[in-house]
């Protein structure tokens, strides 16, 4: 089935409530949804492990209690991702720094190197 926007295919979770998404259309962009984990039935989300069971079904991302984010918000307030880093630099620690860095940047690569196969 074809959508009008394009679709999430894989979705990898990073630090800070960002999620690292791979488009139909090839795309790669990154989603914070801290914005989105409002009232009850999201709170769990602010939960890291329960965070990362994060898994496309093929139309959006969703987490196992059903919990998800309409796919047009997906694509449209994500913004495209280049590899640069995307959090504020300021409110963190120069170790944090670098551990999110480090896990950004290995959840780019493993999305290049798919893309490749």
């Known amino acids: 089935m074809a959508y009008l926007r394009p679709t999430a295919i894989r979705v990898t979770p990073l630090e800070n409530y960002r999620l690292l998404i791979e488009f139909d259309t090839k ?8 914005p989105f ?15 990362k069971m994060v898994h496309c079904d093929g139309y959006t991302i969703v987490w ?3 919990q998800d984010i ?3 918000n997906v694509y449209s307030e994500s913004v495209s991702y280049d590899g640069e880093f ?13 551990r999110i860095k480090q896990a950004e ?8 190197k798919s893309n490749e196969k």
């Open 27 to 34: 795309e790669i962009k990154m989603l914070d949804i801290k």
């Open 37 to 51: 984990i409002k009232g009850i039935f999201y709170e769990p989300l602010l939960n890291e492990d329960y965070f």
């Open 64 to 66: 196992p209690n059903e």
């Open 70 to 72: 309409c796919p047009d």
């Open 86 to 98: 995307l959090v504020d630099k300021s409110t963190l620690r120069c170790d944090e720094l670098g």
């Open 105 to 112: 940047l290995q959840a780019y690569s493993d999305l290049y």
